[in-house]
């Protein structure tokens, strides 16, 4: 079954407790990306990625980093996590630039 | 700047009715717009795309309008029915870019 996984689907943190979560496709996408979903903000892309090897930061990136080192893993860093990154993240992916995006279950942050 | 909106947080229409969701861009750079579908606790799925070349696209009950001198974009729904009750983005990107830009999302209601 073709799907985006993320894990995990539900994480309680605090302040600066570096913490990663986990993307990956098995649909052999190049294009891979992070979005945040708050309330009234609708989603926000933080992080892409054209292939491996290669991101760029979207409309968010501040207090975030990314790995690409496999075409399947896209992998979501908070080094040093903030309240203010409390929110509802997802993954996606599509075959290229402007196609339809699959997007994961979503993982639901929260940072105390 | 919001450069995609979705200016109605809320829709309800009686089932059988026609649902039109509405969404606004300022950006005349942006040449591929989609829409997506949110049930809760899921990640956003794929609904129906247009390119800037074309002013209609339909896919069954779903029609997509695009009205390139307005930068307006509308979502129909004929007929409704109470399955379609979720919260619905709109989403902008333009050629050469990676950025999807997303709308806050409308919740449509189908009352049975």
């Known amino acids: 079954e073709a799907q985006v996984t993320q894990n995990p689907r539900y994480l309680i943190t605090v302040t600066g407790k570096k913490l990663t979560v986990t993307c990956s496709q098995n649909m052999n996408h190049e294009y891979m990306s992070w979005y945040r979903q708050d309330p009234g903000l609708g989603l926000r892309q933080i992080y892409y990625?054209?292939?491996?090897?290669?991101?760029d930061k979207g409309d968010v990136p501040e207090g975030y980093k990314v790995s690409r080192k496999e075409k399947r893993n896209f992998p979501l860093i908070l080094e040093s996590p903030s309240p203010n990154q409390t929110s509802l993240y997802f993954c996606?992916?599509?075959?290229?630039?402007?196609?339809?995006?699959?997007f994961g279950p979503g993982t639901r942050l929260t940072v105390t | 700047d919001q450069q995609v909106k979705q200016n109605s947080p809320s829709l309800s229409v009686q089932e059988g009715r026609i649902s039109i969701l509405n969404c606004d861009y300022t950006?005349?750079?942006?040449?591929?717009f989609l829409w997506y579908k949110k049930y809760p606790a899921e990640g956003p799925t794929f609904l129906i795309s247009?390119?800037?070349?074309?002013d209609k696209n339909e896919d069954g009950r779903f029609t997509v309008f695009l009205n390139k001198s307005a930068k307006h974009l509308s979502l129909h729904i004929v007929p409704s029915q109470p399955g379609d009750s979720a919260v619905y983005f709109c989403?902008?990107?333009?050629?050469?870019?990676?950025?999807?830009?997303f709308g806050t999302g409308t919740r449509l209601k189908v009352l049975a």
């Open positions: 989403a902008a990107i333009s050629s050469g870019t990676y950025k999807y830009i």
């Open positions: 950006n005349s750079m942006f040449d591929y």
């Open positions: 990625s054209m292939n491996v090897e290669v991101t």
């Open positions: 247009i390119s800037s070349i074309k």
């Open positions: 996606a992916s599509s075959y290229g630039q402007g196609g339809e995006q699959y």
